[in-house]
């Protein structure tokens, strides 16, 4: 592979395109929102996919929804129209595995080869190389895919048949669902039961019970301080429809994750969108014993 395409370039796009620049590969691409910022990427940026299909031996895709990805593939100037047999397409966004799975028989119908692709970490953890990318479908394209994705993941894991990463993606999300609110719930009983806060943090994530989402959210909850720089809960609103839907087709029981689940989507009702996940510490900081979430 020579010449590679980048759509949707965000903040995790933003993180690859860095990343491919490092490996020496030239970069093509196309973001909506704004082309402007292409320039100081370093990347060439196209008029539409179409023409950065045309220009790339492989395209990877980071769009923020399904509304996004239906007008880059199908729209005018649109990915598919541009798709020449063999090439190889990377989607990295999380989308309904139905949805996904008809866009990848959109791209073989043409010829072409599809990944799905899932990117677990923040922006600053992919810069820190301390994330991951699950790659899923058929073994060749996947290896080449992994060379890519290696440019900002040395963890990249082929989990397996199309499908497969976004199935493990949301099985990841449900985990930080749970041990978000896990940590929250630690902290909020610490707090009312009387310990300094920030000693609640550190004891805590010192402690046999700690996880990953204690120690970096225990911290934000003692000084009450919600950035969504690590992780809006908002970005989360997809993954709270898609999990329960998930598991349903599986017929597997998710009793963390529904209560779990009630405590981020009143969180994101009551106006904390914009903030961290760690902001359901001050939903649990509200409630009383046995009460339910109420927005703050």
């Known amino acids: ?39 100081g990427l370093g990347l060439t940026p196209c008029d539409n996919p179409c023409a ?3 220009m790339a031996d492989a395209v990877l895709l980071c769009l923020p929804h399904e509304k996004a990805a239906a007008e880059v593939y199908r729209g005018a100037g649109g990915l598919l129209e541009g798709l020449r047999p063999g090439q190889l397409i990377v989607d990295l966004a999380t989308y309904s595995f139905a949805f996904k799975r008809r866009l990848a028989q959109d791209i073989v119908a043409r010829g072409g080869l599809a990944v799905d692709g899932e ?43 199309f499908g497969h990463a976004t199935r493990l993606k949301l099985i990841n999300n449900l985990l930080s669902t749970v041990h978000t609110l896990a940590a929250a719930e630690a902290m909020a009983l610490g707090v009312k039961s009387g310990f300094e806060p920030h000693v609640l943090a550190r004891a805590l994530g010192a402690g046999s019970g700690s996880s990953k989402y204690l120690v970096s959210r225990a911290p934000m909850m003692a000084d009450r301080r919600f950035g969504g720089e690590l992780g809006a809960i ?33 969180a994101i009702e009551g106006g904390h969108a914009q903030e961290d996940m760690a902001v359901v510490f001050e939903l649990l900081l509200a409630a009383g014993r046995g009460g339910e979430p109420k927005g703050a």
């Open 234 to 266: 908002g970005l989360f609103g997809k993954y709270l429809g898609y999990i329960p839907d998930f598991a349903a087709d599986a017929d597997a029981a998710t009793p963390l994750f529904d209560v779990a689940r009630r405590w981020f989507l009143a």
């Open 1 to 39: 592979m020579n010449t590679i395409g980048l759509i949707g370039v965000g903040a995790i796009g933003t993180v690859f395109a860095a990343g491919l620049r490092r490996l020496g590969y030239p970069v093509v691409g196309f973001n909506k929102p704004d082309m402007a910022a292409f320039a």
């Open 52 to 54: 950065v299909a045309r």
């Open 119 to 161: 990117v677990s970490g923040t922006p600053d953890m992919l810069q820190a190389r301390a994330g991951t990318v699950f790659l899923a479908g058929d073994a060749g394209p996947c290896a080449l895919a992994a060379e890519l994705c290696r440019a900002v993941a040395d963890e990249t894991f082929m989990v397996g048949p």
